[in-house]
């Protein structure tokens, strides 16, 4: 199993940034790919963004792309998310989670099985 923990949320004007973490701990050289994920109030888990651990490899949801960056540092078996142009619609609690299976990562939440806790991103108008 996989121990996740976010940290970097926060409350940040529009056009403004910010960088969330997710260190992992526990059996980490046993997931594919870190991935971020978000829940604004009233709608469902989105999938955001994922990287490959091995190869490094990015995929994002056309709503970020350009604008979020996804990275991860192997050493630290550490992820990043960092958001600029932010806009209120990002507004949010953004989870990590890691993905193990058949292929290179999922966008379907189901398929994942460890989860962080979440952190909160509000983005202010």
């Known amino acids: 199993q996989v121990q996740l923990v976010e940290s970097g949320g926060g409350l940040v004007q529009a056009g403004g940034s910010l960088r969330l973490s997710c260190a992992a701990s526990?059996?980490?050289?046993?997931?594919?790919?870190m991935e971020w994920f978000r829940r604004a109030p009233g709608k469902e888990l989105e999938f955001v963004a994922a990287v490959t651990w091995a190869s490094g490899r990015t995929y994002y949801t056309d709503a970020v792309k350009d604008r979020f960056t996804i990275s991860r540092d192997n050493a630290k078996n550490t992820g990043y998310l960092q958001m600029n142009s932010l806009n209120p619609e990002d507004t949010a609690t953004y989870y990590c989670?890691?993905?193990?299976?058949?292929?290179?990562?999922?966008?379907?939440?189901?398929?994942?099985?460890?989860w962080g806790q979440g952190t909160q991103v509000t983005v202010s108008s």
């Open positions: 989670a890691a993905y193990r299976g058949l292929g290179s990562y999922s966008r379907r939440p189901t398929d994942l099985r460890s």
């Open positions: 526990g059996r980490t050289f046993s997931s594919n790919a």
